[in-house]
């Protein structure tokens, strides 16, 4: 049974940084495709970030381009989202996912399995 379990959030002050976990068992996921998602009260959920089954590839939502970053460690089988600058239209409960797709798909249908979600909150 694949498990994604994610961790980090928190409140944090406008501008401030957190750094989202998501920890990975129960699968083989070096060829998997991993993505950050999330969504907030009232919206759909949204594309973030995904980074390719090498780590050596990345791809962002424009609204967080140059802001957060997504890494991953294999050895940890651990994805990674580093956010800086965070701002107040960025809280949402902030979504792992992963994908057997070897692109780095934006849709959340074309990712097969989710975590729970950690909430992140910015104060202006």
């Known amino acids: 049974q694949v498990q994604l379990v994610e961790s980090g959030g928190g409140l944090v002050q406008a501008g401030g940084s957190l750094r989202l976990s998501c920890a990975a068992s129960?699968?083989?996921?070096?060829?998997?495709?991993m993505g950050w998602f999330r969504q907030a009260p009232g919206k759909e959920r949204e594309f973030v970030a995904a980074?390719?089954?090498?780590?050596?590839?990345?791809y962002y939502a424009d609204s967080v381009k140059g802001r957060f970053a997504i890494s991953r460690d294999h050895g940890k089988n651990t994805v990674y989202l580093q956010m800086n600058s965070l701002k107040p239209e960025d809280p949402a409960v902030y979504y792992c996912?992963?994908?057997?797709?070897?692109?780095?798909?934006?849709?959340?249908?074309?990712?097969?399995?989710w975590g729970r979600g950690t909430q992140v909150t910015v104060s202006s």
């Open positions: 996912a992963a994908t057997n797709i070897v692109t780095m798909p934006t849709m959340p249908s074309r990712y097969n399995y």
């Open positions: 129960g699968g083989s996921f070096g060829s998997s495709a």
């Open positions: 980074v390719s089954w090498s780590g050596g590839n990345t």
